[in-house]
C-alpha cells in the first residue's frame, strides 16, 4: 500500500512554455502533499506544501506564480511550472502525507528539461 | 529556521565493514525519518522516530533518536552491495507539518 504517483516521468519543453505534473495517491487519501525538487546529487529542496482544498504553503525563495499548485482533491495535486527557463530543469518529486501514520511516501518523480 | 546536518557527506565501505550516518538538527524535533535513495531512484521511506531515545532495528539497519531529540544515526552492520545510495534523514519540527531533510550520505560499497 501507500503508492504515489507521478506523471509524467519525464518531460522536454521550450523555454517560455508551461508543464504541469500530477501527483497522486493512488490508494490512500492525502489531505497534504508536498513539492520537492532536487538538483543532480543534491538533497531535496522542499518547494510548497499543497493543502487540499486551500491555498498551498510555498517556502521562502519560491515563486508562487511560476510554480503553481492545486490541489483539487484528496487524492491529486498538481504542480505547473510556468513560463518555463533552463534555470527550471530539474527533478520534481511529490510526496503524500499518510495520515494515521504520520509518513510521507514519495512518487517517483520528474525529470523536467527546458531547452 | 531549522537546519538539519547529515555527516559524512561520503562513505566508501569494503563490502562486510559497517556504516554510520550521523544527523544533527538545530532544533528539537517531533520526529525524524530516514530514506534510501538508489541512484536515478525517489527516495523510498525507511522508518520514522518518534520517542526520545528511541532506537529501533531492520534487520542489518539500526536506527536511533537521541535523547534530546536533536541527533539521529542510521548504523549498517556488514554492508552488501544492495546497501548503496543516498541515505537521508528528515527531521519535522515541534511547530510544523513539514520535514526538512539533511544533505544525504552517500554509500559505496566496494565488493
Known amino acids: 500500500g501507500a503508492v504515489v504517483s507521478q506523471h509524467p516521468s519525464w518531460v522536454i519543453c521550450k523555454s517560455g512554455t508551461s508543464v504541469k505534473i500530477e501527483c497522486r495517491s493512488l490508494?490512500?487519501?492525502?489531505?497534504?502533499m508536498f513539492w520537492y525538487r532536487q538538483f543532480p546529487k543534491q538533497s531535496l529542496m522542499l518547494m510548497a506544501t499543497s493543502n487540499e482544498g486551500s491555498k498551498a504553503t510555498y517556502e521562502q525563495g519560491v515563486e508562487k506564480d511560476k510554480f503553481l499548485i492545486n490541489h483539487a482533491s484528496l487524492t491529486l495535486s498538481t504542480l505547473t511550472v510556468t513560463s518555463a527557463h533552463p534555470e527550471d530543469s530539474s527533478f520534481y518529486i511529490c510526496?503524500?502525507?499518510?495520515?494515521?501514520?504520520?509518513?510521507?511516501?514519495f512518487g517517483p518523480g520528474t525529470r523536467l528539461t527546458v531547452t | 529556521g531549522q537546519q538539519v546536518m547529515q555527516i559524512p557527506q561520503y562513505q566508501h565501505v569494503q563490502e562486510g565493514e559497517d556504516f554510520t550516518t550521523y544527523c544533527n538538527s538545530s532544533?528539537?524535533?517531533?520526529?525524524i525519518q530516514w530514506y534510501k535513495q538508489r541512484p536515478g531512484g525517489h527516495p523510498v521511506f525507511l522508518i520514522q522516530?518518534?520517542?526520545?531515545?528511541e532506537v529501533k532495528k531492520q534487520k542489518r539497519l539500526t536506527f536511533q533518536f537521541g535523547e534530546a531529540k536533536k541527533n539521529s544515526s542510521l548504523h549498517i552492520t556488514a554492508t552488501q552491495t544492495t546497501d548503496v545510495g543516498t541515505y537521508f534523514c528528515?527531521?519535522?519540527?515541534?511547530?510544523?507539518?513539514?520535514?526538512?531533510f539533511g544533505d544525504g550520505t552517500t554509500l559505496t560499497v566496494k565488493p
Open positions: 490508494d490512500f487519501q492525502a489531505t497534504t
Open positions: 510526496s503524500a502525507l499518510l495520515n494515521r501514520v504520520d509518513e510521507q511516501y
Open positions: 532544533t528539537t524535533l517531533s520526529n
Open positions: 528528515a527531521g519535522r519540527g515541534t511547530n510544523a507539518g513539514k520535514s526538512t
Open positions: 522516530l518518534v520517542k526520545s531515545g
